[in-house]
């Protein structure tokens, strides 16, 4: 199984970006995905998550713009943001609970996302 995220690139502060996070392999189903960020020089933190049941939820300094959605058919993730600011600067990494014959937790490689003010 492998992740496969792209979307990242080079921003203004207050426009938006779509990230993507792609699953590919012998699947069987996934339960959780999530999306975390790594700023430099700080510990990766957890953005936000979504269940197979399509329940989100979100850190405190992204609520309200960023949004989380998925396609099951396509086993795949998406982190839409908005409003974005100079701090939201990072590698953004995907992560998901994927079931083949076990249940295993897998990373995606990152995609940079970087804001200027």
């Known amino acids: 199984v492998q992740l496969q995220a792209s979307g990242g690139g080079l921003v203004q502060a207050g426009g938006s970006l779509r990230l993507s996070c792609a699953a590919s392999?012998?699947?069987?189903?996934?339960?959780?995905m999530n999306w975390y960020r790594q700023a430099p020089g700080k510990q990766r933190e957890l953005v936000g998550r979504?269940?197979?049941?399509?329940?989100?939820n979100y850190a405190d300094s992204v609520k309200g713009r960023f949004t989380i959605s998925r396609d099951n058919a396509k086993n795949t993730v998406y982190l839409h943001m908005d409003s974005l600011k100079p701090e939201d600067t990072a590698v953004y990494y995907c992560?998901?609970?994927?079931?083949?014959?076990?249940?295993?937790?897998?990373w995606g490689r990152g995609t940079l996302v970087t804001v200027s003010s």
């Open positions: 979504i269940t197979s049941a399509d329940s989100t």
């Open positions: 392999g012998n699947i069987v189903g996934i339960n959780v």
């Open positions: 992560n998901a609970q994927v079931m083949t014959d076990i249940l295993v937790n897998y």
